[in-house]
């Protein structure tokens, strides 16, 4: 069983910052590509950042040069550093880790259940 839990939301003012932290536990073999995602109300869900095993990483238009994505291999963890936050990056953010579990060929996505992240206006 492989589960991912996000965790590090909150709130925060503008201009302020906070790292969102992406955890994977179980029978993992190894954490391949991983994207964190965002939605606000009434909104559909958006890519926001990737990376890739290899340490490739994209951005959104939207948070190039506000956001860092990183990776603990060690620690089967992936981070999201937010800086300069705005008040329309307020959403629920998500991750999602393709994973190779152990004993298996095929490597398979993974959803966390979000953490909340408000910007105050």
């Known amino acids: 069983q492989v589960q991912v839990v996000e965790s590090g939301g909150g709130l925060v003012q503008p201009g302020g910052s906070l790292r969102l932290s992406c955890a994977a536990s179980g029978s993992i073999f190894s954490i391949n590509a991983v994207g964190w995602y965002r939605q606000a109300p009434g909104k559909e869900r958006e890519l926001v950042a990737h990376?890739?095993?290899?340490?490739?990483?994209n951005y959104a238009d939207s948070v190039k040069g506000r956001f860092t994505i990183s990776r603990d291999n060690a620690k089967n963890t992936v981070y999201l550093q937010m800086n300069t936050l705005k008040p329309e990056d307020t959403a629920v953010y998500y991750c999602?880790?393709?994973?190779?579990?152990?004993?298996?060929?095929?490597?398979?996505?993974?959803w966390g259940k979000g953490t909340l992240v408000t910007v105050s206006s």
């Open positions: 999602n880790a393709l994973i190779q579990r152990r004993s298996f060929l095929a490597a398979m996505n993974y």
């Open positions: 990376i890739t095993d290899g340490g490739t990483t």
